[in-house]
């Protein structure tokens, strides 16, 4: 190629048209002008860099984790919280696994289990109490499965500045385990059997009751994340996927799971206190809403110039597969179909986008979903008056938030959070 420039009319007649009918050319005169460089990058020596037994990313890649919530993780006493995952640079729908977010509801040292030594017991209302190695789970049918998890406390605030502060606490990985109803077909259900309490190996137990339908339905006993096995901070060598369930229901380290007859209060269930509650109402009040945010552009980057951009974001669902997702670049007045980037999972993550000419005027960028069941991402006007409050400076909402998030772009193509 020499030191040729790709020019304007070379890319037109290569027929180089974007989704949309524009032209790069046309649409966005200030791209893919720079000069060609010729000099060799120097190498990355040897395998001492880590690069040989266990792959590192580029050195000049510096996405990181960030505590949520400017709680400190680890804080004094080296008790690990909740940290938040880098969605401003992610492509795709799967989050790598060391950028994954994590979270542990009291804090925690991270258990470090040898999976030689661990147990997983089935006990409580089953015919055959039972009790597995590792190597037993492994030796069983197994599903390998694409699915979110996200924190209750993943909220969108006036202070927060990027995408990772308002929408951080949710990942998507691919999950691989057995279906837990494999394990309790095993083990037989006795009649009765209606709850189950999910438990982790830590002193505050991470346990949880939950719907047995849910068990028997689409929950993984999970051994493996992103093609290796799950990571010491997501529940090593064991844990629970409660696939679209708030993500406090996917117990970590998994130890133990008792089938009941009730509903059980448990330390992590101090959010739900279904007292007399139906296993359907829990089922739809443990499900994560149908939301989506756009990833690009978000807050705190900053557009070069004017033209062509593809707005490109992540929407997700407890209630099934995203079945739309809309893109407003008017600040709501309208909405615009996003195209999926291959076929949207059940309780995944899905990539959208959307192309768009940036015409330098001051705009806000939104998007909303629908997921499969019909449910539709509401506004944060509409979630505050479902809760009966005023739609003001001092509106944070209470419950889960799975409200609209508005990207402002100025003039000089600073992005900011249009909730603030
Ligand atoms: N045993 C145990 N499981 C747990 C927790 C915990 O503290 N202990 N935290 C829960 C919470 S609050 C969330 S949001 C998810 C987070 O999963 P992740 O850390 O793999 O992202 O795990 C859940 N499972
Ligand atoms: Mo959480």
């Known amino acids: 190629m020499g030191s040729k420039r790709f020019n304007r009319r070379e890319l037109l007649k290569s027929g180089a048209t974007l989704a949309g009918g524009f032209t790069l050319g046309a649409a966005a005169p200030a791209l893919g002008q720079e000069p060609m460089t010729h000099a060799s990058p120097p190498m990355i020596k040897g395998d001492n860099d880590g690069q040989i037994a266990y792959g590192d990313r580029s050195k000049h890649v510096k996405s990181v984790r960030i505590p949520h919530g400017g709680r400190p993780s680890p804080d004094n006493f080296g008790l690990t919280f909740h940290v938040a995952s880098p969605l401003q640079d992610s492509v795709g729908v799967i989050t790598p696994s060391s950028l994954h977010y994590f979270a542990t509801t009291r804090g925690s040292f991270l258990p470090d289990i040898d999976p030689r030594e661990h147990r997983f017991m089935i006990h409580g209302l089953v015919d055959r109490p039972l009790t597995f190695t590792m190597e037993d789970l492994k030796r069983l049918p197994s599903v390998t499965r694409l699915h979110f998890i996200e924190c209750a406390g993943n909220r969108s605030s006036r202070r927060a500045k990027t995408v990772q502060e308002t929408h951080g606490m949710t990942s998507c990985a691919e999950w691989t385990g057995v279906l837990l109803s494999t394990l309790l077909k095993e083990c037989g259900l006795k009649g009765g059997a209606s709850w189950f309490v999910a438990e982790g190996v830590e002193e505050v137990k991470g346990a949880s009751s939950m719907p047995i339908a849910k068990a028997m339905d689409d929950c993984i006993v999970a051994y493996g994340m992103n093609g290796e096995a799950v990571r010491p901070q997501n529940g090593f060598p064991l844990r629970l996927m409660v696939p679209g369930f708030e993500g406090i229901f996917h117990t970590k380290w998994l130890r133990r799971i008792k089938i009941v007859d009730r509903y ?22 443990y499900q994560i809403g149908p939301k989506s945010v756009i990833t690009f552009p978000s807050g705190g980057q900053q557009l070069p110039g004017k033209g062509f951009y593809e707005i490109s974001g992540l929407a997700w669902s407890g209630g099934g597969a995203i079945k739309l997702v809309e893109v407003s670049t008017d600040g709501g007045k309208k909405w615009n179909k996003a195209e999926f980037k291959g076929t949207p999972q059940r309780m995944a993550h899905a990539r959208f986008a959307y192309q768009w000419n940036w015409d330098g005027n001051e705009t806000e960028l939104q998007s909303r979903c629908t997921d ?27 419950g889960l938030d799975n409200s609209i998030q508005p990207w402002r772009i100025a003039k000089d193509g600073s992005v900011t959070n249009g909730n603030a």
Not at 265 to 285: P, Q, R, T, W
């Open 372 to 398: 499969e069941i019909g449910q539709v991402q509401p506004s944060r006007a509409q979630i505050a008056k479902y809760w009966n409050k005023p739609f003001d400076e001092t509106f944070s909402v209470p």
């Open 264 to 285: 059980y209060m448990n330390y992590n269930d101090y959010g739900h206190l279904h007292e007399d509650a139906k296993e359907k109402d829990a089922a739809l009040s």
